[in-house]
């Protein structure tokens, strides 16, 4: 430290020594934090759809129909997905599910969508993690293919990053490679004009489940 910078601090100290020692304010990393006047899922609809993200609620008996009409829309008619995603809901979709045997970036490139689940949505960011475990397939099928359609289960949804990180660390999944997701990909130049899908999906769809 330099002396002219202890000359400041030790002044500083001397001027607040008779001063009562401020309150402590109690934190715990990881807990719970306000989502203003809506709940976490109203606020996590809310910020994704901030992004530019389209975002639907479904029951879950609705997910295999919410993707079919997501894709039918987009035109899309080849999807990528793991064992999971296509055992799970493939029937509602008219299209060419095909699979991941390590596809290079240019095969991914000629694919119109991919369809993920995730692991945690952040409400006060509308932030998607993936960990890239069952349901989420490698990260490169979900950066490359124009289109992203995920699926995040209400009780995936957490109210700040705090939290989502005290459950990552608690699954485990802090351990593996992790893709944050805050809507589409975007960038703009230095006129601020934006520009979409340039490191990533141009359109990103939410089914939000429950």
Known sequence: MTSA???????????????????????VYGQPVSTGDEDVVGRFI???????????????DGVSAAI???LARAGATSVVADATVRDNWADGADVSWVVDDQ????????????????TVGIANTGTIVLDHGPGQGRRATSLVPDMHI???????????????VARLIESGSHTRPLTWISGPSATSDIELDRVEGVHGPRTLHVIVVG
């Open 103 to 118: 596809l290079g970036a240019t095969r991914l490139d000629a694919i119109d969508a991919v369809v993920t689940t995730a």
């Open 46 to 60: 809310e910020r994704t759809v901030d992004y530019r993200a389209v975002v639907e609620r479904v029951a879950p």
């Open 5 to 27: 910078r202890q000359e400041i601090l030790t002044r500083i100290r001397g001027a607040l020594a008779d001063r009562p020692q401020p309150a402590e304010v109690p934190w």
């Open 68 to 70: 079919g009409s997501a």
């Open 150 to 164: 995920c699926i995040v289960a209400v009780d995936q949804i957490v109210s700040d990053v705090p939290e989502a």
